[in-house]
């Protein structure tokens, strides 16, 4: 049993801290963030993901997991703390690291004997070293001299599916300079390793760029589908037939090809962001990634420009929006396509009726100034009396909805769906305008008269 901090109870934060206690390790999840570590000791999640509930309560209850706001409590006797804080843009795309180094020099303040300090956050390469200066220059004020590693551990877990994601990884990845730093981690991790050893071990520079690597690989790969799509609509062909022929290629497989509006969360976009920062640091550039930035936001534009062209003037319209988190089975709203489309309609004079599953409350935060703005129960409610549904995040329970009991409730039957959720044939036998992406909607050059 290990006496561990977590500095950040966000979604890596939180999950990680639970997922250590349920392990048997003491954890203190600490977080500036004195509201939520209130809500937190009182058994409420900040944040909705699947299978968190439990595990907090359970490892709460049986007193392994622990909440502050106070590093005087949470750093003093704790032997391994991760550092699971926010990196956001800053204004030129390059990653603020501001929060970790801010968090370092407190962690400095309270430390009071030998400690693994573990980065989780998504980091440019260098971070790792100016983390371990933070900390040193922290001591030297304090006059005292207290040993300490540094190693860098990111987060793959993705959000919809972090608590299987921490207990069952697919990798582990540890960079580290130091043998104590990797045999404390290799402890730490084993048992969540029994299954297969997905335990990476490498230098700190490699581990902090590969989290960055693995990010924008994803990124690409929709971008490069999203691109393939506007292709395939002009020239009459199926993007999901060409998804479905790429992807039974081993060599290419079938995750991250499916066209849609576009890539957001609070992971993707700013760490595409960030890499091609740290190659202009160095007189890089990295033009493919450049390439699926742009291309992400003119998805956005695009699949607008489809439902504008549609209606011409938008003002007079109802539209139902079905799903406003960046993707399915979380809450999280941050960079949610969702949002861009609704601020565009909400500008033309729509009338928007909001639905998701999980996501309301945050959207009602968001968007509860607009007058335009009506927040509905399902997706049944949202859709009555809409000219049109726009389908912007792929939740299951769309999949199963009723449409011929829907389309009786609309003033217009049509579906743009932005996650290539439908069938185009099923939808036009039940009298639908279907809009999707990728499949055309016009006469094609090649199309067989
Ligand atoms: P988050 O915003 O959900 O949580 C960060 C928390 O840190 C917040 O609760 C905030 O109040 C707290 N905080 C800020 N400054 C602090 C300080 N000085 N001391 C203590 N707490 C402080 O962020 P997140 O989504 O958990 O992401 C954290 C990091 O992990 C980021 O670098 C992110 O890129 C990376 N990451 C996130 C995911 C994901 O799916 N969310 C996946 C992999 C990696």
Redo the contacts with the bound molecule.
């Keep these: 049993m290990k006496k561990i901090t977590l500095?950040?109870?966000?979604?890596?934060?939180l999950v990680t801290g639970a997922c250590l206690a349920e392990m048997g390790h003491r954890v203190t999840c600490?977080?500036?963030?004195t509201e939520?570590v209130d809500s937190l000791k009182a058994g409420k999640l900040p944040f909705f993901e699947p299978g968190l509930e439990e595990l907090v309560i359970r490892n709460t209850e049986a007193q392994r997991l622990f909440f502050t706001d106070k590093y005087s409590e949470a750093i003093p006797g704790c032997e391994v703390c991760f550092l699971?804080?926010?990196?956001p843009s800053g204004e030129d795309g390059s990653c603020d690291i501001s929060?970790i180094l801010?968090?370092a020099a407190?962690l400095a303040e309270s430390m009071d004997n030998e400690i693994v300090v573990v980065n989780?956050?998504?980091?440019p390469v260098g971070t790792g070293e100016k983390v371990r200066t933070a900390i040193k220059q922290g001591l030297t004020t304090r006059g005292v001299e207290i040993p300490f590693e540094i190693v860098s551990n990111?987060?793959?877990?993705?959000?919809g599916s972090?608590v299987t994601d921490c207990m069952k990884p697919d990798r582990i990845l540890l960079g580290v300079d130091s043998q104590k730093g990797e045999a404390v981690m290799k402890d730490l991790y084993t048992p969540f390793a029994i299954d297969n050893d997905p335990i990476l071990i490498m230098d700190i520079a490699s581990s902090e760029l590969a989290k960055y690597a693995s990010n924008a690989m994803l990124a690409t790969r929709i971008s490069f589908m999203n691109s393939l799509a506007r292709l395939c609509e002009e020239v009459g062909a199926n993007i999901k037939n060409v998804r479905t022929a790429m992807g039974t290629d081993p060599r290419i497989g079938p995750s991250y090809l499916s066209p849609g509006i576009g890539f957001g969360g609070?992971?993707l976009p700013?760490?595409v962001k960030a890499l091609v920062a740290t190659a202009e640091e160095v007189g890089l550039s990295l033009p493919i990634l450049d390439s699926a930035i742009q291309i992400n936001q003119t998805q956005q534009i695009l699949f607008f420009e489809k439902i504008l062209d549609h209606f011409g003037d938008l003002s007079g319209k109802t539209l139902a929006i079905w799903g406003l988190a960046f993707k399915p089975d979380t809450d999280d709203l941050r960079e949610a396509p969702s949002l861009y489309l609704i601020e565009r309609l909400l500008k033309k004079g729509a009338t928007l009726k909001l639905y998701d599953p999980v996501a309301m409350p945050k959207a009602k935060v968001l968007l509860n100034q607009y007058e335009q703005v009506h927040f509905c129960q399902d997706e049944y409610e949202a859709a009555a009396g809409a000219n049109a549904i726009i389908l912007a995040t792929e939740w299951h329970q769309f999949q199963f909805a009723d449409f011929a009991q829907i389309g009786v409730s609309m003033k217009e039957k049509i579906l743009f769906d932005g996650r290539n959720q439908h069938q185009k044939s099923e939808m036009e036998k039940l009298g639908f305008d279907y809009f999707c992406i990728g499949i055309q909607s016009k006469a094609a050059p090649y199309a067989h008269s």
Aim: aromatic share 8%; net charge negative.
């Design positions: 500095i950040g109870t966000g979604y890596v934060g600490l977080d500036i963030d939520k699971a804080l926010p990196t929060y801010m968090a407190q989780k956050s998504t980091v990111p987060e793959f877990l993705r959000e972090a609070s992971c700013k760490d």
